[in-house]
Structure formats: structure tokens, C-alpha cells
């Protein structure tokens, strides 16, 4: 017999996952739960283990294609033979499927035998062409008539790719004019982070604010904790004390540390910290979070950002390192950015932005010294947190980085 693996439902609601890369071939024999093809959805990369064992006969994507929710993506055979029983012919009426195309591909007769699959035929289309919903309103919003567009799919509909064929045809340079333009596909982390940006940006409104802050006794104290065996072998970054500042900080300023729900008009205030640490990876802007991060000392909290970010760049961060955030650190400064301001992640109240850290002349003690400088800034929701609120919030952070030992008396 042949089992049909389908592309199961991923969490989270998402409908489609793109196809990353084949672990097997046709041909191959595969063992129970093996790992048969990575795929990428708008969350996470994730490694598909194969549900049957037996012989790989045939492979229904390729690889870089998107790929439906419960679309068919591998035949496997597992060296049985079916058995189908005779009985008298009996007159059946087929009945059209309204939803998808055609008719039902296979019928059980009243002793459960099998049938054979009668050949699928698009219903009659009454002169529109055939497109499912998605389609339809893509050529809506880009003013195409779907009847000038060449159809290939299976049941003779216009897919998204003869859209986008069409479309590239429509816009070919004419006139021996070269246009010398690269397009890539928006898909993957990619799509979804412009669509929660998008839906933050204009959902919350959103309040910045900027503190420019001496950081030098910071930097000192990072030099002498890299040199005690306590940190020896730890990767000790200016991000790492200032993720601890950030904590102790929301001790005294929990409205930063919570979510408007606007389906039961409440706030709600988290009483654990999630970290999140937005991050640059090959596959787009990820934002995964350090779970419980408020339990953890200068030490761990290390050490977690750089397992964090090695993983991330990795391209390993899992869907649950992705959810339940409950505030962000993006830390500019890596790209010698002085600063910025932040767009929140989608569910969170705050984010802070942590820009390069200078030696710049400086006001201390009464004389001009050259000391080192940073601008933080912080966005925040002000639906949950008041200007005031958000004000004591940065300022608490920057007189922790300002002077360590604030610490130990905010602590």
C-alpha cells in the first residue's frame, strides 16, 4: 500500500510553510519518524519527521516552493498489497465537491472496499475562470482580469504563480530598455515580520523616548568581571549588563512588563520576564526570547544571550524561543548606530534600543573628559504606560549603566 504524508498544520494557525530542502529521494527507504524535509514557516524553521516507514515513491514539491496546509507532499510505499474484493456492480451517482475542484476522488461502497478514483473535472465555470479566493484577490487588488491570464492548474484554475507570471510578462521592459532589478520573494520570517510590524505600528501607539548616558564606570566594571574566574570563560558584552539593568529596572516600573487585551478590555501585567533580543539572522529579523529571564543573574544572562544568538544565526531557533515575549532589547550598536526607535513587538508594551557606546568629550567632574557615551531610547505602548511612567522606566535603566553599583540598591 502507499501512505500519503500531507503537510500538517505547524501551530499558530499558519496555512502554508516553504520547502527548505528534501532528507530523502525517491527510492530511498525510510525508517518510522525519520526525518524526511525541513521547511520553513513564518515562525521557525522546522524538521519534518515521516509518520510511516517503507519506500519513497514519489516527492509532490520541490525544493524553494510553498507548500498548503494538508497539500500532499511524499508518497510512501510500505511493501503490502492491497486487497480489493469483488462484488456486484452497483449504480452510483457521483456527487461534485463545491468546495476545491472536481469531484470526489475516491468512493467507499456500503462493505467499506476501496474504489478506484474517477478522474477530477472542474465544475462548470459558467465563463469565470477558475481561482481560489486568494487568488481572486490578488487580481483584484493588482487590477487583473483573472480570464487574460494563462491557467495551469491541475483542475485547469489560475494559481498565484500564473499570476506572478502574468505580472512579470505585463511588466517586461520594452523599448530595448534593461531594468537591472533583483526580486525576491516575501515569504517566510520575512512576510511575517513585515505584517507584525505592520499591525503593531498601527495598532499601539507607539511614544519614544531618548536618554544619552556616561557608561564608563559600565565598561569599567565589564573589564574587571572578564578578568575573575567567575567570567573566565563567559562571553561578557555590554548588552549582558544592560539586559540586567532592564530587569531590575521593571521592578519598580511593572507597567512595562504587561499586554492590552483588547478582546476582554483588560491589562494585564506579566509577572515573569520573557527577554526577547531582536536578532539579525540569514532568514530575516527574529525576536527570541530568554524564558524567566528576571530569575537569572549577570552570569546567566550571559551565557543565555550568547546561546540565544548563536542559534538564532543558526537558523535553530525554535517556535517556542519565538512566543510569549514580554518585552524586547535591540541593540543597535553593533552596526555603529548611535540610535533609533523601535517599532514594539506585536503583544508587548516596551522595547529598548540600545545604540553604539563612543568616547566622546564629556562634562565629569566639573572638566571636559573623554569618557564613554551611549544613547538608549525606549517605545513603549501608551495605552498601558504613561509618559511618567516610561520616563522613570529609562532613567532608572540609564543610572544602573550610569553607576553598577545602583544595582545593588534597586535589586
Known sequence: MTNSFRLPDLGEGLTEAELIS???????????????????????SVELPSPFAGTVTALHADEGSTVQVGSVIIEISDGST????????????????????????????????????????????????????????????????????????AHGEVTRDDLAAYTERDTAPVSGTVKNETRTPIKGVRKHTAAAMVSSAFTAPHVTEFI??????????????????????????????VAKALLV?????????????????????????????????????MVPNIKDAHMLGLKDVAQA????????????????????????????????????????????????????????????EGEIALRSVTTLSLSFDHRLVDG????????????????????VALA
Open 82 to 153: 492491497e486487497i480489493v474484493t469483488e462484488e456486484p456492480a452497483e449504480k452510483e451517482e457521483r456527487v461534485p465537491v463545491l468546495v476545491g475542484y472536481g469531484v470526489a476522488g475516491e468512493g467507499v461502497s456500503r462493505r467499506g472496499n476501496r474504489r478506484a478514483a474517477a478522474p477530477a473535472s472542474p465544475p462548470p465555470s459558467n465563463g469565470r475562470p477558475l481561482a481560489s479566493p486568494p487568488v481572486r484577490f490578488v487580481a483584484k487588488q493588482q487590477g487583473i482580469d483573472l480570464a487574460d491570464v494563462s491557467a495551469t492548474g
Open 249 to 285: 529596572a521593571l521592578r519598580s516600573n511593572p507597567s512595562l512588563n504587561s499586554e492590552w487585551d483588547e478582546q476582554n478590555q483588560e491589562i494585564v501585567t506579566k509577572n515573569y520576564v520573557n527577554l526577547g533580543i531582536a536578532a539579525a539572522t540569514p532568514r530575516g529579523l
Open 305 to 364: 544571550l550568547t546561546e540565544l544568538t548563536v542559534t538564532a544565526k543558526e537558523g535553530k531557533t525554535g517556535q517556542a524561543d519565538l512566543a510569549d515575549g514580554t518585552i524586547t532589547i535591540t541593540n543597535v550598536g553593533v552596526f555603529g548606530v548611535d540610535s533609533g526607535t523601535p517599532i514594539l513587538n506585536p503583544g508587548e508594551a516596551a522595547i529598548l534600543c540600545f545604540g553604539a557606546i563612543r568616547r566622546q568629550p564629556w562634562e565629569f
Open 212 to 241: 544619552t548616558v556616561d557608561v564608563t564606570p559600565s565598561v569599567e566594571l565589564l573589564e574587571k568581571l572578564r578578568g575573575t574566574k567567575h567570567f573566565r570563560d563567559i562571553k561578557l558584552t555590554p548588552l549582558a549588563l
Open 388 to 407: 511618567e511612567q516610561g520616563s522613570r522606566f529609562l532613567a532608572d535603566i540609564a543610572s544602573i549603566l550610569a553607576d553598577p553599583m545602583n544595582l
Open 22 to 44: 528534501w532528507s530523502v529521494k525517491v527510492g530511498d527507504t525510510i525508517a518510522l519518524n525519520q526525518v524526511i524535509a525541513e521547511v520553513e514557516t513564518a515562525k521557525a
